[in-house]
């Protein structure tokens, strides 16, 4: 079902491509009696995918066809649940009107391109939704009044390893997707919660977020700052979505923390701070020490350091603030993408320990 990439990774189909073809075919069975099976849907960019049905049942007055996800080689975490979708006879006039059953959540907070209340399924995926059921009921001759209801087989427990709880999606995982097409390791998941979590934290007022690289910085800047879950943004590796987001959505002011490997690279303008994208530099660590004063042996020595801990714990036993000198380059990289924009940056340098070893 899935299709290999370029790169010899299999795409995959997103959650909101499977809810479409779940309701396409259990539409179909309500109009009908009879489920397709498989079912083909239609996508942007001419692809037309065809699911196989897990399940289906069909009720006096509701029908439900499940499929199950494939996210290709990509590591999603909703690879192999299933999707499933109840369709029932809607009020006359009504449209489209989407539920969130088990398993999928509901928008409790603003800021999110859904309304509070709403069942936590993406307004792209409810378009192709409403095109499909548009077209079996013009094919079939229905009315398109119905109710799309959308589950996802073991949901609740699988949103709490996503985003959804720290931006106010309850009770299970969101129905997502701009294209229907999941790209291995392409990482707009990740992304694209970033900016819903700077959404979020903007429409509750907080005038103070944190970009993390880890859980370990997180729990730092929460003990120093005492901020709220939802100014939290889990920024991992994706230093340049943090900020180019707040360069045209600004919130007054950000503080970035992570450890000296990965604030070392940002210090070098690295925006992408993935092991596999980019390095530490030991040359430009050793000419901040120079430029620092520091003595021609330990220039030396961090020059030659095995990692940036290493040269970290050279300068500590030396005297000499490498951690304060990363966090200020690292501060002015990032000005230096927000362009202007009102946000007031501060840069927390730290151990694996927890311990700040830097600041600006």
């Given amino acids: 079902m899935a299709t290999t990439t370029g790169t010899g990774l299999r795409s995959g189909w997103t959650t909101g491509a499977c809810a479409t073809a779940a309701t396409t075919a259990a539409y179909t069975a309500l109009l009908t009696g009879e489920f397709p099976d498989p ?18 049942r069909l009720d006096d007055g509701a029908a439900t066809a499940g499929v199950v996800k494939d996210a290709g080689d990509d590591p999603d975490v909703t690879h192999g649940a299933l999707v499933s979708v109840r369709v029932t006879h809607g009020v006359p006039g009504s449209g489209v009107t989407f539920r969130a059953g088990e398993g999928v959540g509901t928008v409790t907070k603003p800021g999110l391109p859904l309304a509070v209340g709403e069942p936590a399924i993406n307004p792209m995926p409810r378009q192709f939704i409403r095109e499909h059921v548009a ?195 690292a501060r002015g990289t990032a000005l230096g993408v927000l362009r202007g924009a009102p946000v007031e940056v501060d840069v927390l340098v730290i151990d694996r320990a927890g311990t700040v070893v830097g600041q600006n």
């Fill in 39 to 56: 079912v083909t849907i239609d996508l942007p960019k001419d692809r037309h995918p065809a699911f196989a049905l897990a399940t289906e």
């Fill in 135 to 329: 077209a079996v009921a013009a094919r079939h001759g229905g009315t398109g009044d119905v109710v799309v209801e959308v589950s996802v087989e073991h949901g609740a427990e699988l949103a709490r390893r996503t985003w959804n709880p720290r931006l106010g999606i309850l009770g299970g995982l969101s129905i997502l997707g701009t294209t229907g097409v999941v790209v291995p390791y392409s990482c707009s998941a990740w992304i694209d919660s970033i900016r819903r979590g700077i959404d979020v934290a903007r429409a509750a007022g907080h005038p103070h977020v944190a970009a993390c690289t880890g859980s370990t910085s997180e729990r730092v800047v929460v003990e120093r700052f005492g901020l709220p879950e939802d100014a939290l943004l889990d920024m991992g590796d994706f230093a340049g979505a943090v900020l180019k987001y707040l360069g045209r959505h600004p919130v007054p002011r950000l503080t970035i923390a992570g450890g000296i490997g990965k604030l070392a690279k940002l210090a070098d303008g690295h925006l992408d701070l993935h092991s596999g994208r980019s390095q530490v530099s030991f040359a430009s660590l050793a000419d901040r020490v120079r430029e620092a004063g520091g003595a021609p042996g330990l220039v030396d020595g961090v020059r030659n350091a095995n990692t940036a801990l290493d040269a970290l714990q050279q300068c500590r036993a030396a005297g000499l603030p490498l951690g304060d000198l990363v966090a200020a380059a």
